[in-house]
């Protein structure tokens, strides 16, 4: 009976710790960062945060999500902007970054009495200069239609940082 509960618990413990070393494998993968953007100017107000989550595959492949917010403010017109991402990251070479990331974007405006809500899709392809945790560029919006997007451009930059 002793031998057959020592080997019990011998497995067991053996089970834990592989699934511990894998679990810590899978969590020296991931890598926080995001982005912050600030606008003021006469009468004009932009505020946005967006943090994200990218898992490292390898030395040139990722794959993240992302969460983003934007208030904006013009004039009489208030924007609060909710959104989530799926983003791809792809470095051919150390220095150069390629990206894909799909965003839902959820409009809630408000101009005097008379409120906005509707969302709208955008699909952003990019290419960056990466230096380390560091990448900056820009992006386009292929799917950008000029009467929903509350930017001005289908062109974006765009600043990225990981740690």
Known sequence: MKKIAFLFFYFISLTIFAQTDSQTKFWEHVRYGGGLGFSFGSNYTTIAIAPSAIY???????????????????????????????????NPLEEFQLSAEFEQLFVNQKLG??????????????????IGSFAAGLRYDVLYDDKKSIFASAFSPIVRFYF
């Open 56 to 90: 490292e595959f390898n030395d040139s492949f990722a794959l993240g999500l992302g969460t983003s917010y934007l208030y904006a403010k013009n004039n009489d017109l208030k924007s609060n902007v909710y959104g989530a991402s799926i983003i791809s990251l792809y």
């Open 113 to 130: 009495f008379e409120k906005n809500n509707y969302n709208y899709p955008a699909l952003y392809i990019g290419a960056a200069y990466r």
